[in-house]
């Protein structure tokens, strides 16, 4: 009975992967196998004339590979090993015709940070000289960013990097290490460092805040198309925002923008627009609530229910504000009849809202608009008890999708949400999601279960897709004019074209040009292939 019962349900597997229809949106090519670069992280670009840029580092080692994306072929690997001792990666920044690999090296005697960059000839796929940009003037914090999930990291991040909307400034940022730990008593002093695209220093200041650590906080930061570096910050005594610049000569300007601070947000991002204006974006949440088993960075269950936008010019004036709140019926949207229910409680008190919906990325339109695309994200800890003692099993979820897209005018366009259920142990692994834009229509890529293919919204919660067992390569279809969406699926991860695909990640899919986008896979026997998606439709 039970080998019958294990036997139907293969059928019923085998019955769904065969019913798949793949979209003919998409042609996809796999190109001849190449030997595997064993690293630790990976990091892919798509260049000017097409093709693409690999680079690998690990173990003081990097490889710079560069690929074609007609033929479908490596064109030349090159490696070094003469990067100073301890160095550690932290960026690769393309700008408008440059680009450089950013590292910096620890130096004990001085108990002090050395960043150094490192420019990339990408006709050649060769490393230049290196060059010194900054020393810290004592130890560096590591940056925190709320989030509702902490996944496992190779990388010790110090400095954090920021391009200008034209892509002709690179803005670095960095903390020193606090002198007094008391958050009353404490100023933190910031590193602001801004560069032209030949790295000459257009700003270069270790500034001071004006207030103490629990008297403000620093919510985001970008530059100007003129290099002018821009903060913006809570200020908890006024209960106000406020906007700092610092100039050419490293004066620090504040300008209060007259906006009540006193919400409950968890990260606000901003980019300079095509108007040469400041948007500003992140959600605002009306409670915390607190799971035993659900676990967010602070225990916490950030339950978010407004889109605040805000856009702002270079002086500081505020041209468009609006607080853009999440309708029920987008809530209720893809959950379980017992979810809907909690959401009709906390409806009931004024508190419906989407649980861990965590803000991933603020688009810049041409036209002036922006959309903002969130996730859902959170960690389940289970504690498994056996007679031989008890273990610690963590789950990394990434659920459904929201779009919000703003108009150049300041006004709602349209709100959506999308279908999405994954669930891994590894950490990232292939899960969450990689934005793509085309020429026509807007593209979210990631991996489902394809029993997922035709789902409605008050079917309720999607199938699972474990992270490493199969599945499809899907897409998001999205009208960017009037939020229309389509899905697609785009290949079969076992069988694409012939090849098995392992270790596919989302975060290495990537743009080489206008509606074509390449996904570097491992193929066994020590060696990779490179998958090509073309827009065809």
Same mark, same amino acid.
């Not at 229509?441 to 199938?463: Q, T």
């Not at 090849?499 to 986008?517: E, G, L, M, P």
């Given at each position: 009975?039970?080998?019958?019962?294990?036997?139907?349900?293969?059928?019923?597997?085998?019955?769904?992967?065969?019913?798949?229809?793949?979209?003919?949106?998409?042609?996809?090519?796999?190109?001849? #196998?190449?030997?595997?670069?064993?690293?630790?992280?990976?990091?892919?670009?798509?260049?000017?004339?097409?093709?693409?840029?690999?680079?690998?580092?690990?173990?003081?080692?990097?490889?710079?590979?560069?690929?074609?994306?007609?033929? $479908?072929?490596?064109?030349?690997?090159?490696?070094?090993?003469?990067? #100073?001792?301890?160095? =550690? !990666?932290?960026?690769?920044?393309?700008?408008?015709?440059?680009?450089?690999?950013?590292?910096?090296?620890?130096?004990?005697?001085?108990?002090?940070?050395?960043?150094?960059?490192?420019?990339?000839?990408?006709?050649?796929?060769?490393?230049?000289?290196?060059?010194?940009?900054?020393?810290?003037?004592?130890?560096? =914090?590591?940056?925190?960013?709320?989030?509702?999930?902490? @996944?496992?990291?190779?990388?010790?991040?110090?400095?954090?990097?920021?391009?200008?909307?034209?892509?002709?400034?690179?803005?670095?940022?960095?903390?020193?290490?606090?002198?007094?730990?008391?958050?009353?008593?404490?100023?933190?002093?910031?590193?602001?460092?801004?560069?032209?695209?030949? @790295?000459?220093?257009?700003?270069?200041?270790?500034?001071? $805040? #004006?207030?103490?650590?629990?008297?403000?906080?620093? *919510?985001?930061?970008?530059?100007?198309?003129?290099?002018?570096?821009?903060?913006?910050?809570?200020?908890?005594?006024?209960?106000?925002?406020?906007?700092?610049?610092?100039?050419?000569?490293?004066?620090?300007?504040?300008?209060?923008?007259?906006?009540?601070?006193?919400?409950?947000?968890?990260?606000?991002?901003? /980019?300079?627009?095509?108007?040469?204006? !400041?948007?500003?974006?992140?959600?605002?949440?009306?409670?915390?609530?607190?799971?035993?088993?659900?676990?967010?960075?602070?225990?916490?269950?950030?339950?978010?229910?407004? @889109? !605040?936008?805000?856009?702002?010019?270079?002086?500081?004036?505020?041209?468009?504000?609006?607080?853009?709140?999440?309708?029920?019926?987008?809530?209720?949207?893809?959950?379980?009849?017992?979810?809907?229910?909690?959401?009709?409680?906390?409806?009931? /008190?004024?508190?419906?809202?989407?649980?861990?919906?965590?803000?991933?990325?603020?688009?810049?339109?041409?036209?002036?608009?922006?959309?903002?695309?969130?996730?859902?994200?959170?960690?389940?800890?289970?504690? +498994?008890?056996?007679?031989?003692?008890?273990?610690?099993?963590?789950?990394?979820?990434?659920?459904?999708?929201?779009?919000?897209? +703003?108009?150049?005018?300041?006004?709602?366009?349209? $709100?959506?949400?999308?279908?999405?259920?994954?669930?891994?142990?590894?950490? *990232?692994?292939?899960?969450?999601?990689?934005?793509?834009?085309?020429?026509?229509?807007?593209?979210?890529?990631?991996?489902?279960?394809?029993?997922?293919?035709?789902?409605?919204?008050?079917?309720?919660?999607?199938? #699972?897709?474990?992270?490493?067992?199969?599945?499809?390569?899907?897409?998001?279809?999205?009208? $960017?004019?009037?939020?229309?969406?389509?899905?697609?699926?785009?290949?079969?991860?076992?069988?694409? /074209?012939?090849?098995?695909?392992?270790?596919?990640?989302?975060?290495?899919? !990537?743009?080489?040009?206008?509606?074509?986008?390449?996904?570097? =896979?491992?193929?066994?026997?020590?060696?990779?292939?490179?998958?090509?998606?073309?827009?065809?439709?």
């Amino acid at each position: 009975m039970k080998n019958t019962f294990l036997f139907l349900i293969l059928i019923a597997v085998v019955q769904c992967t065969q019913g798949q229809t793949l979209s003919t949106d998409f042609k996809v090519d796999v190109s001849d #196998p190449y030997k595997v670069i064993d690293a630790g992280s990976k990091e892919y670009l798509g260049l000017d004339d097409g093709n693409a840029l690999i680079v690998k580092m690990g173990r003081g080692i990097v490889n710079i590979q560069k690929f074609n994306t007609q033929s $479908m072929t490596e064109i030349s690997r090159n490696t070094y090993k003469d990067l #100073p001792n301890g160095s =550690v !990666f932290q960026n690769l920044i393309k700008t408008k015709d440059k680009i450089y690999y950013f590292y910096y090296v620890y130096n004990k005697s001085d108990k002090n940070f050395q960043l150094y960059a490192r420019e990339i000839d990408p006709v050649n796929a060769t490393f230049l000289d290196q060059k010194l940009i900054l020393t810290s003037s004592r130890k560096v =914090v590591t940056p925190v960013k709320l989030s509702n999930i902490k @996944l496992p990291s190779i990388r010790n991040h110090k400095f954090s990097f920021y391009n200008s909307y034209d892509q002709t400034k690179i803005m670095i940022s960095y903390r020193l290490y606090p002198i007094n730990k008391k958050d009353k008593e404490n100023y933190d002093e910031i590193g602001i460092y801004v560069f032209d695209q030949d @790295l000459n220093k257009i700003v270069a200041q270790e500034t001071k $805040m #004006p207030y103490t650590e629990a008297n403000m906080s620093n *919510l985001s930061y970008t530059v100007s198309n003129n290099g002018i570096a821009i903060m913006l910050v809570a200020n908890k005594i006024n209960k106000s925002y406020e906007m700092f610049t610092i100039d050419s000569e490293g004066k620090l300007h504040i300008k209060d923008l007259g906006l009540n601070s006193d919400q409950l947000i968890m990260n606000i991002s901003m /980019k300079e627009n095509s108007k040469g204006n !400041f948007v500003c974006g992140g959600y605002y949440a009306n409670g915390l609530e607190f799971d035993f088993f659900t676990l967010s960075s602070s225990g916490l269950i950030f339950n978010a229910n407004v @889109l !605040f936008y805000m856009e702002i010019d270079a002086q500081g004036n505020i041209i468009h504000q609006g607080l853009f709140e999440f309708p029920k019926e987008l809530i209720m949207q893809f959950l379980s009849e017992k979810q809907r229910k909690n959401v009709e409680k906390r409806e009931a /008190k004024g508190k419906a809202g989407i649980l861990n919906l965590e803000l991933l990325k603020q688009i810049t339109k041409s036209d002036g608009s922006t959309l903002f695309l969130g996730e859902e994200q959170y960690v389940v800890q289970e504690y +498994i008890y056996t007679p031989n003692g008890s273990k610690q099993k963590t789950e990394y979820h990434f659920a459904n999708i929201v779009l919000i897209k +703003i108009s150049a005018n300041g006004e709602l366009k349209w $709100m959506k949400k999308l279908p999405k259920n994954q669930m891994g142990t590894k950490g *990232l692994g292939q899960l969450s999601i990689a934005y793509m834009e085309g020429k026509k229509a807007d593209y979210i890529a990631f991996v489902d279960n394809p029993k997922n293919i035709n789902l409605k919204p008050n079917e309720g919660v999607p199938s #699972p897709h474990i992270d490493g067992r199969g599945g499809f390569l899907t897409t998001y279809k999205v009208n $960017m004019n009037n939020g229309e969406v389509e899905k697609h699926t785009i290949c079969e991860l076992e069988d694409i /074209k012939g090849i098995r695909a392992y270790q596919v990640k989302t975060n290495r899919i !990537f743009r080489v040009r206008q509606n074509t986008f390449l996904m570097e =896979v491992y193929i066994k026997k020590k060696q990779d292939a490179m998958i090509k998606f073309e827009l065809v439709n």
